[in-house]
């Protein structure tokens, strides 16, 4: 949906004349370093061209009054400023109320309401981050509308302090932090106990990323991710008995290997290897990223893929079919899952002459195993959460 349009759809739902501000939070990818976030490694992400468009403009009074293109159906959901507590029946528009909530608790005045539309063109249920789209779209919303000067990593533990507290989604940081500090045609290189961080060019210029959308959703909240976390959070406990370290970030491969022995699960240990390597082969990427070796790096995220699919055990039939399937396929650096697992997305690293024979191929093996299509998206590594010139756009 175009930007002009998204003003007038603004205009009919809200019944004003005056022109919104127009905010943007892309989605997000991560290359590689998948469930090291809560474990205290590194991942890998970068935000991308998708995302989601927070249209808004100030009340005279208290409410708040959403509205979502994407859900047409649950109408404007509204509240006030004096009663931001979650409410289910608010479903989606609980994570821009929790924004609110959160900036509020931090001491910084709000004191009038604000209409809000909002839509997003990130598949739902893909694993590409639209629940912390929101967030940031809505945290630099709240950050420009009312003249706040937010520090934008506070903003981004804001967003995940929504998701953790308000939400009860047990996530880490990685999501809330590539959409707030998104850079175009790089990723970013992130140490989730430090938030220490680095940019790393991420310029494929023969090769397109493709994200490849299983069409099987994912509810996070529903599904295994805090049972994975708490695992690793036993078996960290097991290994502090004897060894001084606060996450699992800290160790090395050869380290775990000394002193897997202490975990005592062995459903656990598989939890943790998969932490410690997964961890070093994303310090290995950007190495590799670094000396122009795209094949290394392909290598890297086929391995990464195994150990999510053997040691972490969060793909499934349909992330396999298409991750297997790429594998095998013409021009094909590397391919793996990518977001929390069970469903959701994978990405590819193909040829720009290759990309058409890619997708065809692909999804034809994945609708004789499957039963359903795929979807494919070709990503651009975009710029991370910010206010849009409405100028531009008009």
């Known amino acids: 949906m175009e930007t002009v349009n998204l003003i007038e759809k603004f205009h009919s739902i809200f019944g004003e004349e005056q022109t919104p501000h127009i905010f943007f939070a892309p989605g997000r990818i991560n290359v590689i370093g998948e469930h090291?976030?809560?474990?205290?490694?590194?991942?890998?992400?970068?935000?991308?061209?998708?995302g989601t468009y927070a249209l808004s403009t100030?009340?005279?009074?208290?409410?708040?009054?959403?509205?979502?293109?994407?859900?047409?159906?649950?109408?404007i959901i509204e509240c006030d400023l004096s009663d931001l507590d979650y409410d289910k029946n608010h479903d989606w528009a609980n994570y821009p109320k929790g924004m609110y909530r959160y900036i509020m608790k931090e001491g910084f005045s709000i004191s009038s309401g604000a209409n809000i539309l909002y839509y997003g063109n990130i598949p739902n249920?893909?694993?590409?981050?639209?629940?912390?789209?929101?967030?940031?779209?809505?945290?630099?919303?709240?950050?420009?509308?009312?003249?706040?000067?937010?520090?934008?990593?506070?903003?981004?533990?804001?967003?995940?302090?929504?998701e953790n507290d308000y939400i009860g989604v047990n996530s880490g940081i990685m999501d809330q932090f590539a959409i707030g500090m998104g850079k175009k045609d790089h990723a970013i290189l992130l140490d989730c106990q430090t938030l220490a961080y680095k940019y790393a060019p991420l310029k494929l210029e023969n090769h397109d990323i493709i994200i490849i959308n299983t069409n099987k959703?994912?509810?996070?909240?529903?599904?295994?991710?805090?049972?994975?976390?708490?695992?690793?959070?036993?078996?960290?406990?097991?290994?502090?008995?004897?060894?001084?370290?606060?996450?699992?970030?800290?160790?090395?491969?050869?380290?775990f290997e000394q002193s897997k022995h202490l975990i005592a699960n062995e459903i656990d240990?598989?939890?943790?290897?998969?932490?410690?390597?997964?961890?070093?082969?994303?310090?290995?990427?950007?190495?590799r990223l670094k000396e122009g070796n795209l094949e290394a790096f392909g290598q890297l995220m086929n391995e990464s893929h195994q150990s999510l699919q053997e040691d972490y055990e969060v793909t499934?039939?349909?992330?396999?079919?298409?991750?297997?399937?790429?594998?095998?396929?013409?021009?094909?650096?590397?391919?793996?899952?990518?977001?929390?697992?069970?469903?959701?997305?994978?990405?590819?690293?193909?040829?720009?002459?290759?990309v058409e024979a890619f997708k065809t191929r692909i999804n034809t093996i994945y609708r004789e195993k499957v039963g359903y299509d795929a979807t494919f998206y070709v990503a651009t590594i975009g710029d991370g959460a910010k206010k849009l010139d409405v100028e531009g756009v008009l």
């Open 36 to 50: 090291t976030d809560y474990n205290g490694g590194h991942v890998f992400p970068a935000s991308i061209s998708f």
């Open 58 to 75: 100030k009340r005279n009074d208290g409410k708040l009054r959403f509205y979502s293109v994407n859900f047409p159906d649950a109408g």
């Open 125 to 162: 249920g893909a694993g590409l981050s639209s629940s912390a789209s929101i967030e940031m779209a809505t945290g630099v919303l709240i950050e420009s509308l009312y003249n706040l000067e937010i520090d934008r990593i506070r903003l981004i533990q804001l967003g995940q302090k929504v």
């Open 217 to 255: 959703r994912r509810e996070l909240a529903g599904s295994k991710y805090n049972e994975r976390r708490s695992e690793c959070e036993q078996a960290l406990a097991d290994l502090k008995k004897e060894l001084q370290i606060e996450s699992l970030g800290e160790l090395s491969p050869d380290e």
């Open 269 to 287: 240990r598989k939890r943790a290897k998969h932490a410690v390597y997964e961890n070093a082969r994303t310090l290995q990427a950007l190495e």
């Open 316 to 354: 499934g039939l349909e992330l396999d079919t298409i991750v297997h399937a790429a594998w095998k396929q013409d021009g094909v650096l590397g391919a793996r899952m990518t977001g929390a697992g069970f469903g959701g997305c994978a990405i590819a690293i193909v040829l720009k002459d290759q």
